[in-house]
């Protein structure tokens, strides 16, 4: 099937400058003159492009945000910090495409009218970085980046920042902190980075696939843009499958593909040939499905129908020999040792959630205990700088709704 980020699949290898450019890359970047920065943000919110890093916000709409905004200078950063477990997509496209990229933050610097993008990549993507690092310097020397791009008078320096490999460092206000040489702790919102983002100034923070997505958007036009996925998903989105599966790796396909076609086709099945229990559709803060929807069209709307989210588009499935307790307990425990403290409302939830799922693991399941997991994520709901605190609550809920018998009892 023909991709809009892969052309020729995954993995594709390394794209060079004349490869990107054969396939009509930066064709917009050398007309910049020609088009405003309006016109940029006009064709985002035609395709209805939504950000790949989790929440699925507008991209169009944080692009016309930060461009009203009427204080200067402005920035942009472009989110790789990728710690959520078993996420590899932004690593594969940063390692394959980087010219693609690349060309999406320059449209999309140009659209905000910032004077500096930086790259925040997670420190332990060593490839994935010197990829970029040579993308930016061929951009460069062809006259897309730098002074005065392709003769239009807009100028773009571009940074590199190693992201830690934490998973916090990787929410948009954290790494707005990393960047200014703090520590990685989330900020609270509002004010939101589009008004007040790094050094105060209006930024526009996208996660590697979504800024992916704008140079096909600009060059082909949105209406190209819209015959791939769905009226609410439109567009492609990369997935990543784990080493559960018979052929685990990273696959472009567009949204709304039924999720069967991912697991089955794509993934080969299960490895160990055993049946599905459960599916988390969307990475640990996703709601677990049962194989009864593997028919769901992999899509925002459709999932958040289901009780469940796409998140960045990590699938996980569990095998009938797997515990979902177990599971839970390991995703409860990731989330408690990745909350980074400040807010005294998450570290306590956090822990608390561990505290009771592990008295089930134990075997001391009932319905007393298992009722305080709804009012603990009820009551802390909302209650943080970033929305860690919420994340634990649809794995546990949906794991009780739909599997009731591991929670009570041995
Ligand atoms: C704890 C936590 C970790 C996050 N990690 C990442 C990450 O590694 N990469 C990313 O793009 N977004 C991450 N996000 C989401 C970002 O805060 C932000 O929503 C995203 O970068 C916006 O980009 P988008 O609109 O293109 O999706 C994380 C959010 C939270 C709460």
Known sequence: MEGILFPRGVPEGLEGLDAYRARGGYQAVERLAGMSPEDV????????????????????????LTLECPETPRYVV??????????????VLMENVPHLILDGIILAAYAVQAEKAYLYINHGYEAATRAMETAIEEARQAGYCGADVAGSGFSLEIVMVPAPSNYVAGEDTAALEVIEGKEPLPRQKPPFPVTEGLFGKPSLVNNVETL??????????????RSFGTADSPGTMVFSLGDEMERPGVYELPLGTPLRHLVEECGGGLKSGKAIKAILPGGPSSGFLLPESLDLPLDHNSLREAGSSIGC??????????SVVDEVVRIADFFARESCGQCPACRMETNMLVALLKKVQAGEGNDALVEQFGKVIAFNKGKGFCSLINMPGPPIESAVRLFPEEFRGA
Not at 78 to 91: A, C, F, I, Q, T
Not at 212 to 225: F, L, T
Not at 313 to 322: M, N, P, Q
């Open 41 to 64: 943000v006009a064709k985002v919110e035609a395709s209805g492009l939504r950000g790949r890093g989790g929440a699925g916000f507008p991209t169009g709409r944080k692009l016309a």
């Open 78 to 91: 472009m989110n790789g910090g990728e710690d959520e477990p078993g996420s590899k997509k932004d690593r």
């Open 212 to 225: 992916a997505n704008i140079a096909p958007i600009v060059n082909k036009g949105p209406e190209s843009y």
């Open 313 to 322: 588009g990590v699938v996980k499935v569990l095998t009938e020999d797997d």
